[in-house]
């Protein structure tokens, strides 16, 4: 790290179900979904400046502009004009993009909260936590979960946020076929847009027995038509669930990203080693999730 940068982790967003429950009269759809996050991240540096300017690098760098569109730069600006006298003049940025973009598992959510909770940590006082949210809310429907950065329950479109007060440990696997996933086009294409809500959650959910059996009562609603668009998302999700150990296989968010969630770090790490032995073109991730 640069001498007097402050940094943040930016850890990928996994839906581990999530549910399509209905469409808002702006064309929005309403989600419930259990939103978790692994130990895998972008990873965010800031120095204040007299400017706003950010560099990229790292494995998906090339697939990312540093102009004003990027979420970390957008969520700077919106952060000064709500807060300006909380705010440096300006801020030089470095992120580094470890997480594969468009995938599903919300990178640029991760690094536009970040870089909020980065401005938030520089302020002389205290920034209101629901006033932040709601400039979250704002930048994206991921950017509010991403703020936590913890196991939740995300309702609404992602606004309404139950963090989980405990949660059995896992391991997840991440596994890209780098191919892009447009969100609007997977949600242009549901077929259902008044599907059940979540079933309610067992209290307290401290066992992965207990996860792995309410998670069988749950969907991604958005998986088939993600699946329709990339076909290869539904052979990914067959790998996945044969691997010794394989709670679950299925598809984060828009996707293309499909995830195993295992109950041993041993057992995620041979799945992940054999996927990448099998596929050496995807981009292939394990972790540990992060606690409540
Ligand atoms: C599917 C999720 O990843 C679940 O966590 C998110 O809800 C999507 O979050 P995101 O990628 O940040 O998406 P946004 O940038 O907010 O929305 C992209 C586009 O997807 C569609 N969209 C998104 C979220 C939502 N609840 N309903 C929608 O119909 C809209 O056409 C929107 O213009
Ligand atoms: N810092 C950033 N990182 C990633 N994408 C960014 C960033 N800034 C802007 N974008 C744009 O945002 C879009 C969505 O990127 P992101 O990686 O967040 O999608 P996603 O993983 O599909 O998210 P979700 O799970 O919320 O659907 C991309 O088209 C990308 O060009």
């Known amino acids: 790290m640069s001498a007097g940068a402050l940094s943040q982790a930016a850890p990928a967003k996994i839906n581990l179900a999530l549910h399509v429950t209905g469409r808002r009269a702006d064309g929005y759809h309403e989600l419930e979904s259990l939103v978790v996050f692994a130990d895998l991240a972008d990873e965010l540096e800031a120095v204040p400046a007299d400017t706003d300017s950010l560099a990229v690098s790292g494995p998906f760098a090339a697939m990312l502009g540093s102009g004003s569109s990027n979420l970390a730069l957008r969520a700077a600006a919106a952060f000064r004009a709500r807060w300006p006298e909380l705010a440096p003049s300006g801020l030089a940025l470095r992120l580094t993009k470890n997480l594969p973009v468009a995938a599903g598992i919300g990178g640029g959510s991760a690094d536009a909260a970040a870089t909020l909770r980065l401005m938030a940590g520089m302020a002389a006082e205290p920034v209101p936590v629901a006033e932040l949210a709601d400039l ?3 930048l994206g429907s991921d950017v509010p979960a991403c703020l936590l950065s913890r196991p939740l329950i995300a309702r609404g479109v992602g606004e309404i946020l139950s963090p989980l007060p ?6 997840i696997v991440l596994v890209n076929p780098q191919i892009p996933v447009v969100t ?5 294409r549901l077929r259902r847009r008044d599907n059940a809500p979540l079933p309610a959650l067992p209290a307290p959910l401290t066992r992965p027995a207990q996860l ?3 998670l069988a009562e749950t969907r991604n609603d958005l998986e088939p038509a993600a699946v329709e668009l990339v ?3 539904g052979t990914l999700i067959g790998t996945l669930s044969g691997f010794a150990g ?9 996707g293309a990203t499909v995830f195993g969630l295992f ?6 790490h041979d799945a992940a080693h054999e996927i990448r032995r099998l ?8 972790a540990p999730l992060l606690g409540p």
Not at 263 to 268: D, R
Not at 279 to 286: K, S, T
């Open 184 to 188: 609007a086009e997977v949600f242009r």
């Open 246 to 254: 394989c709670m679950l296989a299925r598809m984060s968010g828009s």
């Open 263 to 268: 109950g041993s770090g041993a057992q995620a």
């Open 212 to 214: 792995g059996l309410w």
């Open 231 to 233: 076909p290869g998302i």
């Open 166 to 171: 405990e949660f059995p440990q896992l391991h």
């Open 279 to 286: 596929h050496p073109d995807y981009w292939v991730g394990a």
């Open 136 to 138: 979250a809310a704002g």
